[in-house]
C-alpha cells in the first residue's frame, strides 16, 4: 500500500511491484538487522532457499543495483552505489533507517532512472574527431555530455588489420571486454551456419509468464539476414560446393565487427561492475536501474549544441518508453548513432552470443540482423550526420590538431597496483596458460586484489596514421564524468628524430656504443638492422623494427593513464610474458605440480606481483625515511633481458631482509633448485625477499614495474612528445651512459633533469623472474608445447 501508483512510464513493472513487495517485506527485516549489526557499508547475506545482495545506501547516493534472487544456486550478485561507481563519493557514508522506510525508498527510487551512458567509439588511426568541431568526439561536444550529467566511455574501435583478417583468412580472434573469441566472416561460413541459431540459448527465459516485462521475451527463431554463401573446401564443405564472390571492404567489415563490441559492451553497462556477460538469463528488477546507451561513432557530426543536447534528451526519454531505439540518422540505414532503450541491454546478455553467431558482414547487414534478433521497436530522428567511411590512415587531416589540455591527476591512491597486460586483439594464440595474458593468470591477479586490466596495443595501422601525419590524438582514459574531464595527448616523435644522420655522426654513434657497451656486444648487436641495411640512420627512428612505434605507443597510453588514476604503482605486462619453473621453485610460487621449462600455476603469477610491488615499496619507504639520502626507485626490472651494461653489486641498491644468514639462505635455496624439481611431491615453502641490484641499461620491455616517482615524471615530460622504441626510452632515463644524444637533448628541452634509478631482484639469475617466451622457447629449440605463441607479432603471419 506505500507504494506509488505506476505512471505510464511504469506500467511495464506494475505486474511485479504488486508481487514481489510480500516478497521483500518477508526478507528486509533480517537482512537489515544483519547489516545494521556489522555496521558495513556494504553487505552479503546467503540465507538457506535465498540469496540477497543488499546496499545500504547513503541520503545522498541513491541505489544503484538492489537484486533479491530465489534460487539459492544462483550466483550472488553485489549491490553498488553511486558512491561505488564515482570515485568523488567513495568517502561517504552510508546512514542507517528503519528497514520498512529503506525498502520503501529503493523501490520508489526505479521510477528515477539514471543519466544514459555514451559510448563514444573511435578508430585508432583516425583522430580527425579531435580536429573538427562539432564531431561527437571533439572537446567541446564531450564537454556537453558531461555538463548533462552524463558519463562518456571512450571505446577502440576495431582496426583496419582486423577487416583485412576477416576479408583474406574468413575469421579473427577478437577481443569483447576481458575475453577473447573467434568471428567469422558470413562469406566465409557453410550455407547451414549461416542461418541464425534456435533459440535454445534462450530456454532459461522460458519459464516467464507470457506478458511479464521484467524477463526478456523468449523470441521465435530468426533467419539471418546475412548473406548465405557456400564456404570454400578448406572449411569443410563438400568439394565442388559453388561460392559466391561477396566483395566487402576491410574497414567495413571492422565496422561490423566494432559493432557487436558495442553491444557486449552495453550489455556490460546494464550490469556495472561486471567484466563478462553472465552465463545465465537475469531478470531485470525495478531496482536495477539500468540506463539508456547511447552509442556514437566519433565522426558523427551536428552543427550545433543544441543538437546534441537534443541527442541526449531523447536517449534519457528511452527510459521507460515504448520504443526501444532510437536512430539518428536516415532511417533505413546504418547511420553510426543511436540509442538503446534499458531493456535491450538486459535483453543483449542474453542474445549477445545468437547474434555474434550469425557472423560478420556489411554493416547494414549486421544492423538489421541485429534489430531481428531482439525484436526492436525503433523510430528515426535524423539529427546528426553520418561520419564519412573509407579513409585511409595515411590520409592527412588539413585542420591541426588542438592543444591538448592539461593533464591533471586524480587524488594519489595509497598503496593501489595496477597492472596492465598488452596484447592485440588477434593473438589469441598468447591468451592461454602459461602466458600471463591468460584468463587463469588475470583472473588469480584481480583475486589477489590487483587491478588488472587488458590494453588493445597500437597496431600498424595506428603507426601508419602515426607516420603519415606526423603526430596521433589518442584519449588516454576509458570513462569522463561529469567531474573528471577528457584527458588526450597527441603523440609525436621526439625532437630531431625526423632528421638525417650523416655518416660522420653514424660513425661517432657507433664509436661511442662500441666503446662503453662491450658488455652486451657493442654496436654489432646493440644498433640491430633487423636483418636489413639500415644502421644507426633508421635506429634513431624506430630502432630498424616495424612494430617499435605501436609498442612504444602502447607503453605510453598504459604508464600516462595510470598515472591521471593516481595508482601508487604500475606494473605492464606484454603479453609473450612466462615465469620459469627454476624462478618459479626457488621463490615458492609453484604448487609443486609443474614440470617442463615454465610454471603452469595461476597463482604463480600473484605470488610473483606481490613480491615484486613489496620490493619496489621496501625501496620507496626506504628513501622517504632517510629524507632523500637512499636513491629510492623509478622502475623495477622483473625480467632483465640483455643487459649492455653491468649490474651493480648484489643487494647494493637495497639490503634484503635477514642480514648475512638471509643471505646464506637464499644463495642455499638457488643452488638447491634443480634437486627439489627433481623430488616428487617436493613442495617448496615461499621464499623470504632478497634485496635490490641497480642496473644499467638493459633491453627489456615484457614485464616492469613503475614506482609513483617515475608516473610523475611521465606526466611532466610529457613521454607523449618522445616516442621512439620503448627498448631504448626507458634506458636512456637512467642508463650511466646513454648512447643517442639527440633523445637526450630532446628529453632535456621538455624539462627531464633527474636521472631516473632502475633496479632488478637481487636474488634473481642473469635473466631475472620473469622472462619473454621466445628467450626460452630458442634455449630449448622447439615450441615448449605451445604452438605459435613465441613467435613476433612482427612475423608475417601475424
Not at 62 to 83: E, F, I, K, Y
Not at 334 to 362: D, F, N
Not at 612 to 635: F, I, N, Q, T, Y
Amino acid at each position: 500500500s506505500s507504494l506509488p501508483s505506476p505512471g505510464p512510464s511504469q506500467r511495464p513493472f506494475g505486474a511485479y511491484l504488486a508481487t514481489r513487495s510480500a516478497c521483500i517485506d518477508s526478507v528486509h527485516a533480517h537482512i537489515f538487522f544483519r547489516a545494521q549489526a556489522t555496521d558495513r557499508p556494504n553487505f552479503r547475506h546467503s540465507p538457506s532457499g535465498m540469496s540477497a545482495a543488499v546496499q545500504i545506501p547513503s541520503s545522498r547516493s541513491p541505489v544503484q543495483v538492489c537484486r533479491l534472487q530465489s534460487n539459492p544456486g544462483a550466483p550472488v550478485l553485489s549491490a553498488r552505489t553511486s558512491a561505488s561507481m564515482d570515485p568523488s563519493h567513495a568517502s561517504r557514508q552510508s546512514s542507517c533507517q528503519t528497514p520498512s522506510t529503506k525498502v520503501r525508498d529503493m523501490v520508489s527510487t526505479s521510477s528515477r532512472w539514471p543519466k544514459a551512458h555514451v559510448l563514444l567509439v573511435s578508430r585508432p588511426d583516425d583522430d580527425s574527431h579531435l580536429r573538427i568541431p562539432g564531431t561527437a568526439g571533439h572537446p567541446d561536444t564531450i564537454d556537453t555530455f558531461r555538463e548533462a550529467g552524463h558519463r562518456v566511455h571512450f571505446f577502440r574501435a576495431s582496426c583496419r588489420c582486423q577487416g583485412d583478417r576477416l576479408a583474406k583468412e574468413g575469421q579473427v580472434a577478437e577481443l569483447f571486454g576481458q575475453t577473447t573469441r573467434i568471428v567469422r566472416n558470413a562469406a566465409f561460413m557453410p550455407l547451414a551456419e549461416c542461418s541464425s541459431p534456435s533459440s535454445s540459448s534462450s530456454s532459461s527465459s522460458s519459464s516467464s509468464a507470457p506478458g511479464d516485462s521484467r524477463f526478456v521475451p523468449t523470441l521465435p527463431p530468426q533467419k539471418s539476414v546475412l548473406p548465405k554463401l557456400a564456404a570454400a573446401p578448406a572449411t569443410g564443405v563438400v568439394p565442388g560446393a559453388q561460392r559466391q564472390v561477396v566483395s566487402i571492404a576491410p574497414l567495413e567489415l571492422a565496422r561490423a565487427l566494432t559493432m557487436m563490441r558495442c553491444w557486449e559492451k552495453a550489455a556490460r553497462l546494464a550490469r556495472p561492475g561486471s567484466q563478462r556477460l553472465p552465463d545465465r538469463v537475469t531478470p531485470i528488477f525495478p531496482g536495477d536501474r539500468l540506463a539508456p546507451v547511447l552509442i556514437l561513432e566519433a565522426g558523427c557530426r551536428a552543427p550545433s549544441k543544441a543538437l546534441w543536447e537534443a541527442v541526449l534528451k531523447a536517449a534519457d526519454e528511452l527510459a521507460g518508453g515504448v520504443e526501444d531505439l532510437v536512430e539518428f540518422g536516415p532511417a533505413g540505414s546504418y547511420c553510426g548513432a543511436y540509442a538503446l532503450a534499458p531493456q535491450v541491454s538486459g535483453r543483449l546478455s542474453t542474445y549477445w552470443e545468437k547474434i555474434v553467431a550469425g557472423g560478420v558482414g556489411t554493416p547494414q547487414d549486421v544492423w538489421r540482423w541485429f534489430q531481428e534478433c531482439l525484436g526492436l521497436k525503433s523510430k528515426s530522428t535524423p539529427l546528426l550526420t553520418p561520419p564519412v567511411q573509407g579513409l585511409t590512415p595515411t590520409i592527412k587531416c588539413p585542420i591541426k590538431l588542438p592543444k591538448p589540455p592539461p593533464l591533471t591527476p586524480a587524488p594519489l591512491r595509497k598503496g593501489d597496483v595496477k597492472i596492465y597486460l598488452i596484447t592485440l586483439p588477434h593473438r589469441s594464440d598468447r591468451r592461454k596458460m602459461p602466458l600471463v595474458g591468460s584468463d587463469a593468470a588475470l583472473t588469480a591477479m584481480t583475486a589477489a586484489g590487483f587491478d588488472v586490466e587488458i590494453l588493445r596495443a597500437s597496431c600498424y595501422c595506428e603507426r601508419d596514421a602515426f607516420e603519415a601525419r606526423g603526430e596521433l590524438g589518442v584519449p588516454l582514459q576509458e570513462m569522463a564524468t561529469p567531474n573528471r574531464p577528457l584527458h588526450w595527448v597527441s603523440m609525436r616523435r621526439y625532437k630531431g628524430a625526423d632528421v638525417k644522420v650523416g655518416k660522420e655522426e653514424a660513425a661517432k654513434l657507433r664509436a661511442v656504443i662500441d666503446e662503453h657497451y662491450q658488455e652486451g656486444g657493442g654496436a654489432e648487436r646493440l644498433v640491430d638492422s633487423m636483418g636489413g641495411t639500415d644502421g644507426v640512420e633508421g635506429y634513431i627512428v624506430d630502432s630498424n623494427w616495424p612494430g617499435a612505434t605501436g609498442c612504444a605507443i602502447s607503453h605510453v597510453r598504459a604508464l600516462m593513464t595510470a598515472a591521471l588514476e593516481g595508482y601508487s604503482f604500475t606494473l605492464v605486462f606484454e603479453d609473450d610474458a612466462v615465469i620459469p619453473l627454476e624462478v618459479s621453485w626457488r621463490r615458492g610460487w609453484c604448487t609443486g605440480a609443474c614440470t617442463g621449462e615454465i610454471c603452469w600455476c595461476p597463482s604463480a603469477w600473484a605470488a610473483c606481483v606481490e613480491d615484486a610491488v613489496d620490493l619496489a615499496r621496501r625501496a620507496v619507504h626506504e628513501s622517504e625515511a632517510s629524507k632523500g639520502k637512499h636513491p629510492g626507485l623509478d622502475v623495477l626490472y622483473l625480467g632483465t633481458g640483455e643487459m649492455f651494461e653491468p649490474p651493480g653489486p648484489a643487494e647494493g641498491l637495497l639490503a634484503g631482509e635477514g642480514g648475512m644468514l638471509g643471505s646464506l639462505r637464499r644463495w642455499f635455496a638457488r643452488k638447491t633448485t634443480h634437486l627439489q624439481c627433481a623430488m616428487p611431491g617436493w613442495v617448496p615453502r615461499r621464499m623470504e625477499l632478497g634485496g635490490l641490484t641497480e642496473l644499467g641499461y638493459t633491453w627489456q620491455a615484457q614485464a616492469m614495474l613503475y614506482t609513483r616517482r617515475a608516473l610523475d615524471d611521465v606526466l611532466k615530460f610529457p613521454l607523449s612528445d618522445l616516442i621512439w622504441a620503448h627498448d631504448e626510452t626507458i634506458p636512456h632515463l637512467y642508463g650511466r651512459m646513454p648512447w643517442n644524444h639527440r633523445y637526450l637533448d630532446a628529453l632535456r628541452e621538455v624539462g627531464w633533469t633527474r636521472k631516473w634509478v632502475a633496479a632488478a631482484p637481487s636474488d634473481a639469475d642473469s635473466m631475472g623472474w620473469v622472462y619473454q617466451l621466445e628467450t626460452l622457447t630458442s634455449e630449448a629449440e622447439h615450441d615448449l608445447g605451445l604452438g605459435s605463441a613465441w613467435q613476433s607479432s612482427n612475423a608475417e603471419e601475424f
